[in-house]
């Protein structure tokens, strides 16, 4: 996994997420996140772009929920933009659209169920 940022203005930040998010990312002091952000990191609005990434393991699933702890209780905001289909479908079977905001503009608009009216 690479973290790039993509736009900055002091309060809030978009974030590239390119490859694999796997638990080779991850360790007990490693903290991709704050690492590129710095200290106050996690009281920023983040929006990670994740078209790019096309694999997200259980650790990659952990990361985003302790992410958006972390930052909802700095008083920032954790938003999902574009993920790629594959890491959509994860996200959603997981359910986890129900905990964090997942922005994916490029999808179709939700059709109707019902008959004609």
């Not at 736009?7 to 694999?20: E, L, M, N, P, Y």
């Not at 994740?50 to 700095?74: F, M, P, Q």
Request: proline share 8%.
């Amino acid at each position: 996994m690479q973290l790039s940022i993509a736009k900055d203005d002091g309060q809030s930040v978009q974030i590239a997420v390119t490859g694999r998010v796997t638990q080779n990312d991850f360790g007990p002091i490693h903290e991709p996140l704050a690492q590129l952000l710095g200290p106050n990191a996690y009281a920023r609005k983040i929006r990670l772009d994740l078209s790019d990434t096309n694999y997200l393991d259980s650790s990659g699933v952990g990361w985003l929920l302790t992410c958006h702890k972390r930052i909802r209780e700095a008083g920032g905001k954790l938003s999902l933009h574009n993920p790629h289909p594959t890491v959509a479908n994860l996200l959603h079977v997981l359910r986890l659209e129900t905990v964090l905001d997942i922005e994916q503009p490029d999808a179709a608009p939700p059709s109707s169920t019902g008959g004609p009216t």
